[in-house]
């Protein structure tokens, strides 16, 4: 069964400063996606960022950056250079052939100014 | 291009009542999931729909219902309501409903059950 772990319930990070939310994973594909979502009070789901497992290169958008490593089957997120409206719940997800987005329990991060 | 859409934003309801709770999709998109988010359960997946097929289906009861109609707009029922189906219920809408595409989301409908 697909499951998704995110073992670090809150983060907090200063503003300008960088911060590593983990994520680990287990599928028995080889070809897959993963992504990163944010969450933040507003309660709307925001795509951050997508990783395709066959792409040796790590995905980057903008401040957001991952850490895949395959064989470990983790996918770490960086945010650089934080920012007060970084402040949210990150979710990491992926999802099955059949579509279906399995999500971790999600990392609160705080962003102190 | 308008994002997803769920209405109603907030819905309170008493137990052994019913609910109906609505998806439209973002323009072009054939594939519509639902999910429940509580603080104990997290995100947990309910179904997806495709084309007006019900493609997949997460571990619920059956009081737990959907459709798809044929612009892809999608309804959630909920049938004899209980008091733990209070939580934050997203609907997601991607364009084929493959894995590499992701998914959008809308900003959730909140159904508190008294």
């Known amino acids: 069964a697909q499951t998704v772990t995110q073992s670090q319930p809150e983060m907090s990070v200063q503003e300008a400063e960088t911060v590593t939310l983990s994520c680990t994973y287990d599928?028995?594909?080889?070809?897959?996606?993963l992504f990163w979502y944010k969450q933040p009070p507003s309660r709307q789901m925001i795509l951050v960022i997508r990783?395709?497992?066959?792409?040796?290169q790590n995905a980057t958008e903008n401040r957001f950056s991952v850490n895949f490593q395959k064989a470990a089957k983790s996918f770490s997120l960086k945010i650089s250079d934080s920012q007060l409206g970084d402040a949210a719940m990150y979710f990491c997800?992926?999802?099955?052939?059949?579509?279906?987005?399995?999500f971790g329990t999600g990392t609160s991060l705080t962003v102190i100014p | 291009k308008a994002g997803v859409t769920q209405t109603p934003r907030y819905l309170i309801k008493t137990r052994g009542q019913q609910v109906t709770l609505s998806c439209s999709p973002i323009?072009?998109?054939?594939?519509v999931s639902w999910y429940q988010q509580t603080p104990g359960q997290g995100l947990q997946f309910l179904f997806e729909?495709?084309?007006?097929?019900?493609?997949n289906k997460g571990n619920f009861p059956g009081r737990f219902s959907g459709r798809q109609f044929s612009n892809s707009r999608s309804e959630m029922n909920v049938s004899t309501l209980e008091l733990g189906d209070s939580a934050l219920y997203l609907c997601?809408?991607?364009?084929?409903?493959?894995?590499?595409?992701?998914?959008?989301f809308g900003d959730g409908t909140r159904l508190s059950i008294l």
């Open positions: 997800a992926y999802p099955n052939t059949g579509n279906q987005f399995y």
């Open positions: 990783q395709e497992a066959y792409k040796q």
């Open positions: 599928t028995s594909e080889s070809d897959y996606y």
């Open positions: 729909y495709f084309s007006e097929t019900q493609r």
């Open positions: 323009s072009g998109h054939r594939s």
């Open positions: 997601a809408s991607s364009l084929g409903g493959q894995a590499n595409q992701p998914q959008h």
